[in-house]
């Protein structure tokens, strides 16, 4: 099972929108809508940010927004914060040979 | 609030067996339909999904560590464990445990990790 395609890095200014695409296949993105995103600064555990695509668990900012269209999930990030640089991980649920795969992570810079 | 908190040596020698405990607070290993996973991530890498057991003891790995690999749960203790034998130094990283909160998936609680290295 190989990881879903992330861009490594993506960058904004204070207050701009950035998206992040992850891209799999249609035995994973594509074929389920169990996609979720997580959010990792350094040196700690990651974050649930969205599941389910698009669900955004209870205490998560609504800066935060998920969508899918065919085997790529988007994160978007509102107003980008300071507090938002960290790396972010996609992952869902698979078909194939292991029930779940990570993306290969981005790393988001605000300039 | 549910907590998880990994245990274990920090140092295994190569083709020793690495072991580490999860432990589970704020909440039965044994309620709900949870799934309990290992994720590990050697450093400046990304996350990879080890395996996971169901409070049932039935269990999944990840085919690529397979053959090396065993978790098991202890409901009297709200733990969870992971064994994988033949370390090399590929299998240093940061090791953590979570609950996902349902079979597809939606890792919702994660330990803070653990640093296991494998060297002589």
């Known amino acids: 099972q190989s990881a879903l395609t992330q861009p490594a890095s993506v960058s904004g200014s204070p207050g701009q929108s950035i998206t992040i695409s992850c891209t799999g296949t249609?035995?994973?993105?594509?074929?389920?809508?169990?996609v979720s995103w997580y959010q990792q600064h350094p040196g700690k555990a990651p974050k649930l940010m969205i599941y389910d695509v698009s669900k955004r668990p209870s205490g998560v900012s609504n800066r935060f927004s998920g969508s899918k269209s065919g085997n790529t999930a988007s994160l978007t990030i509102s107003g980008l914060q300071a507090e938002d640089e960290a790396d972010y991980y996609c992952s869902s649920y698979t078909s194939s040979s292991t029930p779940y795969v990570f993306g290969t992570g981005t790393k988001v810079t605000v300039l | 609030q549910v907590q998880l908190q990994e245990s274990g040596p920090g140092l295994v020698k190569p083709s020793q067996t690495l072991s580490l405990t999860c432990t589970v607070s704020?909440?039965?290993?044994?309620?709900?339909?949870?799934?309990w996973s290992w994720i590990r991530q050697p450093a400046g890498k990304g996350l990879e999904w080890i395996g996971r057991?169901?409070?049932?003891?039935?269990?999944n790995y990840n085919p690529s560590l397979k053959s090396r690999v065993t978790i098991s749960v202890d409901t009297s203790k709200n733990q969870f464990s992971l064994k994988l034998s033949s370390v090399t130094a590929a299998d240093t990283a940061v090791y953590y445990c979570?609950?996902?909160?349902?079979?597809?998936?939606?890792?919702?609680?994660w330990g803070q990790g653990t640093l296991v290295t494998v060297s002589s």
């Open positions: 979570a609950r996902a909160g349902s079979y597809y998936g939606r890792f919702d609680y």
């Open positions: 249609s035995s994973d993105v594509g074929g389920y809508n169990y």
């Open positions: 704020g909440g039965s290993i044994s309620s709900g339909s949870y799934y």
């Open positions: 057991i169901y409070t049932s003891g039935s269990t």
